[in-house]
């Protein structure tokens, strides 16, 4: 590193590969030599980060699940694994993690990211530090980094605890949620109780001093026999230092805005061409629409405001609990409309509504028909040639793509921060813009397919 960085320094840097060119010459079965591997947790997570990294300049490109063996990947700089794991019991959450690592460094990462989301989803059983222990025992590491901190988006850790806006973790909504309730804001205390490594902290005084304060914290803390940092963070530049003092370790571990320093760390080694604008996506002709199944407050917006201007179809999960074939009529009332304007067909209800469908129904059994019923509607309209897709609801999206065999996608522009529009591979191709719940503006399903138009 120390050779390349003086490299970087001199007056004429060795130019920086493309992603196509440092593929050039790897044996046929592994194309991509990717520079930062990353693992997350979920899918619209996983999204979220391959669209920081994709801001950042970093040629991304995001897998559902495990690729195959086989599966030749377009060249990237970046390659984002979405597992289902954060809720998943903890040994399977290790395993699949373990498998995606070794694919990661079987396709050349120099460095893995375990993204977790920005509120540190979790119980006591984990999965973040379960996770976390067994990547860094397979990298033969002996110290990573905790940061979940994102600023931009209102997630702010200060001396160990983390903030929701201006509220504490703990006093958040979070605190009612319904699989990783967090009732503990203080992550020194919250992934201690997930590991038996011990858990330090680099406090926001010496954090402000920049890398190399922060990078002699991180050597104090191994020294002591901490093998895990909750490193705190305000601002964005914040996170720029931290990326710089982490260049060194293996292993990083935090929410999507920790990527915001990574990508400088690969262009000082001259690893990665100087940013960008965003990379152009081919463009994709074909039928428009929206399918949301996400209950969360930001959607119930975005859904009224679309009413207001375009057709919406809703659908009743009490009537199709009772047997109705609403696939049949959502996609004959959608085959109508979509013709001549993008269409909306949602599930997606205030929570009084959302309750008396849970006391019906039970709540899983609700949850699955819905996606189910909404996965088989994106089917049909793929089918009548719907090409541009937005999806409101991490849950629904991922039971929408993988009813539509979609297996890898190439990130694209930002619609809002954490959402951009990506391009799945394969055929037929597909224009995906894949929202989790509380991201986006009201405007953002417009919005969306306006950027397309
Ligand atoms: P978000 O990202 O907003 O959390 P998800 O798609 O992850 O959205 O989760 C929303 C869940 O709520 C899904 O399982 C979905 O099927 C379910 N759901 C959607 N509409 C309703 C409804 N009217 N009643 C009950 N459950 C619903």
Redesign the pocket.
Known sequence: MHEEEQAARSEQPPPQPSPAERGRGHNEQTPVTVLLGCIADDL?GATDLANMLAREGMHTVQTIGIPARELVLPPADAVVIALKSRTIAPEDAVRQSLVALDWLKRNGARQILFKYCSTFDSTDAGNIGPVADALLKALHARFTIACPAFPENGRSLFQGNLFVGNVALADSGMRHHPLTPMTDSNLVRVLGRQTKAKVGLVPYNIVREGPAAIRKAFEQLQHDGMTFAIVDAIENQHLRDIGAAASDLALITGGSGIAIGLPANFRKENRLAPAGPPEKLERIEGLSAVL?????Q??LGQIAAWKARRPAFA???LALAQGRDLVADATAWAQIHMSREPVLI????PPE??A???AA?G?EK??????ET?ARIAQRLVAAGLRKLVI????????IVQRLGVSVLKIGPQIDPGVPWTVSLGTPRLALAL????FGGPDFFIKALEMLA
């Open positions: 619209t949301s199944g996400s209950c969360s930001a959607t659908l009743d999960p949602y599930a997606s209800a509504e959302v008396k469908v849970q129904l709540r609700a949850g699955a028909l819905i996606e909404l409101a609801g991490g849950e629904t999206s991922g039971a929202k989790s719940g509380n």
